[in-house]
């Protein structure tokens, strides 16, 4: 009894650990396609061109409270989650200041924020978590 008593308990301990990065925010756009230095300079420093094509057209600006909590995740990717229910994932490249975007939002390329919500523009509910980049 207590073996399957100690597998529960190990089961319940995984499930929680999966779970615990799940955030809820909201998806909004800051720039197009190659397009990450348009609020200036990104915060990462990346050169957009020295980028896979891919995270070119799919990055993200972080919220600044959820940057420096994550020890500045630049080049980290977030799978994200929204109303169009695909997954897509985005590789952070910049801050997004906290009078723009509140803790647990993220500030998306606009094809990003399409491919998440169906949306490329406006404020959208979405579900995130960090990722490694595929």
């Known amino acids: 009894m207590r073996s399957i008593a100690c597998i529960l308990c190990l089961l319940y301990t995984l499930v929680i650990s999966v779970t615990a990065g799940d955030r809820r925010g909201v998806a909004t756009a800051y720039a197009g ?13 990346f050169n957009p061109k020295s980028l896979p094509k891919k995270y070119q057209t799919y990055f993200a600006a972080m919220n600044e409270g959820d940057f420096k909590k994550a020890g500045r995740p630049c080049g980290k990717c977030v799978k994200v989650k929204g109303s169009s229910g ?14 723009y975007c509140k803790s647990g939002h993220v500030d998306f390329s606009s094809p990003a924020l399409k491919a998440i919500t169906g ?15 595929p």
């Open 33 to 45: 396609a190659g397009q990450m230095n348009r609020t200036g300079r990104n915060a990462c420093g």
């Open 86 to 99: 695909k997954t897509v994932y985005a590789k952070v490249v910049d801050i997004c200041p906290k009078r």
């Open 119 to 133: 949306y490329s523009w406006d404020k959208k509910p979405i579900k995130w978590t960090w990722s490694k980049c």
